[in-house]
């Protein structure tokens, strides 16, 4: 199952103003895709090892490799189709 990962932490501004757009994209995208939160003040070696070197930070993963990723906060239509556009199986 395609796994997406955002890499966020509680200080941070976007971060926080994106959370309700990857909640809302969750719902649109689930069960097909799992989406994941990573707080990096918590997980520092987590995200060291991902390369982790801004934040808001999304990851996709599928078949427990990395495909794509991206940095910036992002609206839930923006989440949902920069996922869909990497996993074209997935369909609208």
């Known amino acids: 199952m395609p796994v997406v990962v955002d890499i966020w932490a509680p200080w941070c501004g976007p971060c926080k103003a994106m959370a309700p757009a990857f909640e809302?994209?969750?719902?649109?995208?689930?069960?097909?895709?799992?989406?994941?939160?990573?707080?990096?003040?918590?997980?520092?070696?987590?995200?060291?090892?991902?390369?982790?070197?801004?934040?808001p930070t999304m990851i996709l993963f599928h078949g427990g490799r990395e495909i794509a990723r991206t940095s910036g906060a992002m609206a839930a239509g923006q989440i949902v189709r920069w996922v869909r556009d990497r996993l074209p199986t997935l369909g609208a």
């Open 24 to 55: 809302a994209a969750a719902i649109e995208l689930e069960p097909h895709v799992r989406l994941m939160k990573l707080n990096s003040d918590k997980e520092v070696a987590v995200a060291a090892r991902l390369g982790i070197r801004g934040i």
